[in-house]
């Protein structure tokens, strides 16, 4: 429930600002704005230690290694699958009674539902998470970021406000360039893929695929050296989309 609280304004956006790969901005302040709150007050009423709390390696299904199942993607994968309209509610109550836990682990019995799981999951990664338009809006409004922190209209300290402020910050500016952008960023400007030499904005994105772990004759083994097509799937979905170049349609 924690994990999370130090996201920034516009989330991994100052990641891309920041150019930090590892999507690691925020979470470098996670310790000290749980100090600084209420909650570590919360946490002594109910007998729970903060130690244990700011240590997140001690919670190893909280964000493990891809292409394992953690914490972090089941809550996103369910969450934005349903709300997109792609996963009906019968299926995910399918994934989580399908789904079990040794030693931290996550790990199906089914190999048909751990595919399902694993197909699906890499295309939300397209649909959703690797949209053209999404990874368009990312430069756009990365671009106007960097210049109001070069001109030092904006700070910061400013991340850890919220969209609205920082947005009002850039907006009322009155600098040319960032305007420019921000004008760009209105619904109905999509962008789309295109050609690396024909695009506007180039570089590398997170594809992402998760490979589940199936349990047959008491050992762990990866749902792609089950279904072996799955292994293609993967690496190709991997060259294909981790640098993409999009354009914003006119």
């Known amino acids: 429930l924690l994990h999370d609280l130090s996201h920034t304004a516009f989330s991994h956006v100052i990641d891309f600002v920041m150019k930090d790969v590892k999507h690691e901005f925020a979470d470098k302040k996670l310790k000290q704005i749980i100090l600084d709150s209420n909650i570590p007050k919360i946490l002594k009423s109910y007998d729970i230690s903060l130690d244990k709390v700011l240590h997140k390696e001690d919670f190893p299904l909280l964000e493990n290694n891809l292409p394992d199942i953690s914490v972090d993607r089941w809550d996103y994968f369910l969450r ?142 990866r749902v792609s050296d089950l279904v072996e097509s799955l292994k293609y799937s993967f690496e190709e979905f991997s060259n294909r989309y981790k640098n993409i170049g999009v354009r914003q349609l006119i």
């Open 80 to 221: 934005d699958g349903f709300m997109m309209g792609f996963l009906p509610i019968s299926l995910i109550n399918s994934f989580l009674s399908g789904v079990f836990e040794k030693d931290n682990i996550f790990y199906f019995k089914d190999k048909n539902l751990a595919s399902t799981f694993a197909i699906l999951f890499m295309n939300f990664c397209r649909l959703i998470w690797l949209d053209p338009t999404s990874h368009g809006s990312y430069f756009l409004l990365g671009g106007a970021i960097k210049i109001g922190l070069e001109t030092k209209i904006i700070s910061e300290e400013d991340f850890f406000t919220d969209d609205e402020l920082l947005w009002m910050k850039l907006k009322n500016s009155k600098n040319e360039k960032i305007l420019d952008l921000l004008n760009r960023l209105v619904p109905g400007k999509n962008f789309v893929y295109d050609n690396v030499d024909y695009s506007e904005f180039v570089g590398p994105n997170k594809a992402r695929y998760v490979d589940p772990l199936v349990e047959k004759d008491g050992k762990f083994i």
